[in-house]
């Protein structure tokens, strides 16, 4: 079975900074799947990003962009230019080929602050 | 395109009873899956519906339930409620065409046992 470890339950990022949320998993699958889920307070579950394990290019949308180390099985997120609209609970998960499960770590917390 | 919808949003229901829930996926997408989520475990995974049928399971018991129709909607249903079923449950769609596709989240329905 696949696991999913966020270590850090809290952030905080002065507006217009730069943050990194960090995400480790544990699989014995070769061809997999990441995803970091971002879910705002009292709103829907939003997908940020996604990366296709067997491609070595780390994905990247506007602010967003991971830094995908498959050997090491990590797969942090960077937001660049924190705005307050970014504040939520970041989710990292995991899913094989097998079907659309997702494994989601804890998630993290972040408050980006004015 | 509308969204995933998920009725009711939210429920109280006591000890003993039993509670169905409703997803209505994005028009076109044939997977339905369920997750469960909690403060104390996160997001946990429940069942994954394609076409009427289980794709997959998670780890929950039998009181669970869960069941897809023709038009790709689906209904889960928790028998014999406990206080520990206390949760927001999500309900996520997405296409078949390939994997590693985009799921879908709705706004979740929250379920309070008393």
């Given at each position: 079975a696949q696991t999913v470890t966020q270590s850090q339950p809290e952030m905080s990022v002065q507006e217009a900074e730069t943050v990194t949320l960090s995400c480790t998993y544990d699989t014995s699958e070769n061809n997999y799947y990441l995803f970091w889920y971002k879910q705002p307070p009292s709103r829907q579950m939003i997908l940020v990003i996604r990366q296709e394990a067997y491609k070595q290019q780390n994905a990247t949308e506007n602010r967003f962009s991971v830094n995908f180390q498959k050997a090491a099985k990590s797969f942090s997120l960077k937001i660049s230019?924190?705005?307050?609209?970014?504040?939520a609970m970041y989710f990292c998960a995991f899913k094989d080929n097998a079907g659309n499960m997702l494994t989601f770590g804890g998630g993290t917390r972040l408050m980006v602050k004015p | 395109k509308a969204g995933v919808t998920q009725t009711p949003r939210y429920l109280i229901k006591t000890r003993g009873q039993q509670v169905t829930l409703s997803c209505s996926p994005i028009s076109g997408h044939r997977s339905v899956s369920w997750y469960q989520q909690t403060p104390g475990q996160g997001l946990q995974f429940l069942f994954e519906y394609f076409s009427e049928t289980q794709r997959n399971k998670g780890n929950?018991?039998?009181?669970f339930s869960g069941r897809q129709f023709s038009n790709s909607r689906s209904e889960m249903n928790v028998s014999?409620?406990?206080?520990?079923?206390s949760a927001l449950y999500l309900c996520a769609s997405s296409a078949?065409?390939?994997?590693?596709n985009e799921q879908f989240f709705g706004p979740g329905t929250r379920l309070t046992v008393l």
């Open positions: 230019d924190s705005q307050l609209g970014d504040t | 929950f018991p039998g009181r014999t409620l406990e206080l520990g079923d078949w065409d390939r994997l590693g």
